[in-house]
């Protein structure tokens, strides 16, 4: 009897764990949204190693955000995915000449 109780506790939390890695991204899904949005906000060419992003995208995104972001054709669609946050205000620029020398 307890050994029964034991089997339907671990079904039910395996089933839990199961239902919510469901909603978890492919990585090539991940890889298109990411290239995707890249080029939508014209940042392709600052980094080539999108690893990371591509792990970030699996564990943290849901399946319709990153498809949403994977077919965006503009940044508008893009925002509305909701596959990232967007900040509009830039950094400001340091002052200076930027040489690395303190003089």
Known sequence: MVMKRFALAFA????SVVAVGCNKPAEEDC????????K???????????QP?????????SRDAVACAG??????????????????AAP?????SGSGSAQ
């Open 12 to 15: 039910v939390v395996l089933s």
């Open 31 to 38: 890889k298109k949204a990411i290239e995707n949005m890249r």
């Open 40 to 50: 939508l906000m014209g940042t392709d060419a600052y980094v080539t190693d999108i």
């Open 53 to 61: 992003s591509i792990r970030r995208c699996r564990g943290g995104s």
């Open 71 to 88: 077919a965006a054709k503009t940044r508008t669609e893009l925002e509305a995915c909701g596959f990232a946050k967007f900040d509009e």
């Open 92 to 96: 400001a620029a340091a002052s200076g």
